[in-house]
DNA sequence: CACTTTTGCGCC
DNA sequence: AGGGCGCAAAAGTG
């Protein structure tokens, strides 16, 4: 990803539906309708796009057919150089700066609803270039930043392109499950027959007529009348109880999670023709990580993965890192035992090698227990152990918790800064009154957790935004004619694993650019430091078949 | 009544 | 006294 000596290109929204195009060669207008068209023009010189948001500019241009070779997202890198700890915010002031800090992120599942302030409408892509620009030159970070921002750009142009793509879905497959496990398709604020089959059964098996499932104080009280001790009615509080109640419940407990969050009204919403479509929020979490707002693609569920299932012809290639982020701590730390470990497909079992721990189950639980901040139980147990064999690496997510707890910021490998957790309010309680010690000391504890998770998952997700950075160009290279839904396409993406669509006779090409492109992002993110990051990839029909 | 918060579950 | 999310329904609030 060269950061200079590419032509940039601003685009700015002009009233009147029309666009203002800047690049070096000049300045131009035309109508919104008119961009697609020339896009091919203006690119020819392998331009980079400057925009304020990338899930504005984009889907229109998909749907005309247009594919984007590389952007610059204004919205999304203004948020990390506000917070960059190695940026000077002094640099990002300016004409109309409060309005960029402002911009909220479009949602791509809904047109505006109300009218924007027209100001925001119309802002000026090319001052704010040029400000952020200056201040990623100005950084005493300027190579790492400018890889930040190429890949988050890159990254809202890969989480455009998948929403229009879609995720080959098979309605009748998704509607077969639904049938089996629930029964027919129930009118509009009914149960379906297998739900309400299960509650009769619960309400005779409670002795409570008229119990509703679904409302939990019924639904405690009941259990606490049948002579269950129990204070919450969560699954894993149930399974710890013997009763003959408890198997019926966790199954309808379960199908009910199907029902309404994955049933025949997430079909008819989220499903258009023969695609899911959901829609990624780029770096929508604190740490970098993208969120969904729309589709729910955070959690396709493996109930009904079957119904993911490629075109005739067509297959899924299915990748995910192993242990993604204990490596990410090995190359951010430089820690070489850990590094050492890390040089494998099995990393926890590399730790019992090692002789750190005695088995994997304690090496993995060990390890997340340090990355998460777990101070007690089987994982907490693991500590001192891994402290003595990986001071370097675990000294560093230590060092994380404490600036977290004394309220200072800390950073990613390649800059992106935390959040100052109200460290004001650390003091009081919510209403404002004083609070405790015990509260006090509570609430940092707290945000020690979330800085020390912070470093560790926000690096795992800038070495993933470089993955599927790379991979979409590679992707791309592969060849095809045509269309981007007409070559090998990324269709899926959720924090350390991807699914591609691609022709099944390029299936081990397709393999061979997954491998490459983690290789280039480990020596992108750790440059320095010899980190693998061995993928676990299958070629399926259908994502069901791609067990983790 | 509309609105916000809480609960509990899904995913990594 | 273990991190990050989204979602739907129930429960709580004004």
């Known amino acids: ?105 479009a949602v791509a599942a809904l047109p505006t609803l109300f009218p924007v302030d027209d100001r925001i409408e119309h802002l000026d892509a090319g001052v704010e270039d040029r400000r952020q620009l200056a201040a990623v030159a100005a950084s005493s970070e300027a190579g790492r930043l400018r890889l930040l921002l190429a890949a988050e750009s890159a990254g809202a142009l890969a989480a455009a392109e998948m929403t229009h793509a879609g995720i080959p879905w ?3 497959v998704h509607e077969r499950i ?56 969560r699954a894993s509080t149930l399974r710890r109880q013997t009763h003959p109640c408890i198997e019926p419940l ?56 079957p119904a993911a299932v490629a075109d005739e012809g067509w297959c899924l290639v299915v990748a995910d890192v192993a242990q993604l982020e204990p490596r990410v701590l090995a190359g951010m730390s430089n820690d070489h035992a850990l590094a050492g470990a890390a040089r494998g497909a099995d990393l926890y079992q590399a730790i019992v090698d090692d002789g750190a721990v005695a088995s994997r189950a304690e090496a993995k639980v060990g390890m997340l ?97 470089c993955w599927i950075a790379e991979l979409r160009n590679s992707l791309w290279r592969l060849g095809g004619q045509g269309a981007l839904t007409a070559r090998p396409h990324l269709v899926f993406f959720l924090h350390d694993e991807v699914v591609v669509h691609a022709p099944s006779e390029l299936a081990d090409k397709v393999t061979a650019c997954l491998t490459e492109a983690a290789a280039s992002a480990a020596s992108l993110v750790f440059p320095d430091v010899s980190i693998d990051f061995p993928l676990n990839v299958t070629v399926v029909r259908s994502y069901a078949e791609a067990g983790k």
Request: one cysteine or more; glycine letters at 10%.
């Open 1 to 105: 990803m060269p950061p200079s000596g590419v032509p940039r290109v601003a685009l700015s929204r002009l009233p009147g539906e029309r666009v203002r195009v800047v690049g070096a060669d000049g300045e131009r207008e035309l109508p919104a309708s008119e961009l697609a068209a020339h896009v091919a023009e203006i690119e020819q010189d392998g331009a980079r796009w400057v925009w304020d948001d990338t899930a504005r500019w984009y889907p229109p241009l998909l749907e005309a057919g247009v594919r984007v070779a590389r952007c610059h997202d204004l919205r999304l890198s203004r948020r990390i150089l506000t917070r960059a700890p190695a940026v000077d915010r002094d640099l990002l002031e300016g004409d109309d700066a409060d309005l960029w800090d402002r911009l909220g992120p």
């Open 250 to 305: 966790l199954r309808y407990k379960r199908l009910s999670h199907l029902f309404s969050n994955n049933g025949w009204e997430w079909i008819d919403q989220w499903v258009r023709g023969d695609r899911l479509h959901p829609a990624y929020q780029p770096a929508g979490s604190s740490t970098g990580r993208w969120s969904s707002n729309g589709g729910g693609a955070l959690s396709i569920p493996m109930q009904v993965r």
């Open 178 to 233: 639904l049938d089996e496990q629930l029964g027919p398709r129930p009118p509009r604020g009914a149960r379906p027959a297998e739900l309400e089959a299960l509650a009769n059964e619960l309400r005779e098996l409670l002795r409570t007529p008229g119990l509703n499932p679904d409302s939990r104080p019924e639904l405690l009280a009941a259990l606490q009348r049948s002579g269950l001790t129990l204070t919450d009615v």
């Open 369 to 465: 227990g340090a990355l998460y901040g777990a101070t007690t139980g089987d994982s907490g147990r693991m500590l001192p152990a891994l402290m003595r064999r990986y001071p370097r690496a675990m000294g560093l997510v230590e060092d994380a918790a404490r600036a977290g707890e004394r309220a200072q910021v800390v950073r990613t490998q390649l800059g992106r800064g935390s959040t100052i957790g109200g460290a004001d309010d650390w003091g009081h309680t919510d209403e404002g009154a004083p609070a405790d010690p015990d509260a006090q000391a509570s609430r940092r504890r707290s945000w020690g957790r979330f800085t020390r998770n912070f470093v560790v998952q926000g690096t795992g997700a800038e070495w993933a935004l």
């Open 170 to 172: 098979s309605r009748e």
